[in-house]
């Protein structure tokens, strides 16, 4: 997972964040980008979503799989779907939930993702 974000703070955040985990990020590159390998980005997600409560709401959707693995789903289709959409869209739509703690938006994602493999 790439990401370019301008905002200094939000990245200071995020690497404070990660450091906290103990995962590491590339930023080599360029200092606005953030590159997670997908169990970084997963962990990193954590952070922002209640999980106990998530995990609430997948079981009472006849989930059996652990968030991990759902994410890990999920992101293979989200990756089919950044091929065919614009960015912008795929941001708002797919990612923000995640990060705004959407969770019934979130387990709707997993319906899908569940639905389709």
């Not at 799989?65 to 994410?71: E, P």
């Not at 989200?78 to 939930?97: A, G, Q, R, T, V």
Request: net charge positive.
């Amino acid at each position: 997972m790439i990401f370019n974000i301008e905002n200094p703070l939000l990245i200071d955040y995020i690497k404070a964040k990660l450091k906290e985990k103990r995962l590491l990020s590339d930023g080599s590159f360029s200092p606005e980008i953030i590159k997670l390998k997908q169990y970084a980005y997963i962990e990193l997600l954590k952070d922002f979503l209640d999980i106990k409560q998530l995990n609430i709401q997948l079981k009472e959707n006849g989930f059996t799989n652990d968030f991990n693995t759902l994410m890990k789903k999920y992101l293979k289709k989200l990756s089919i779907k950044i091929l065919d959409n614009s960015n912008d869209f795929i941001i708002d739509e797919y990612i923000s939930p995640f990060i705004n703690n959407k969770l019934s938006k979130v387990v709707e994602f997993f319906k899908e993702s569940k639905d389709n493999n």
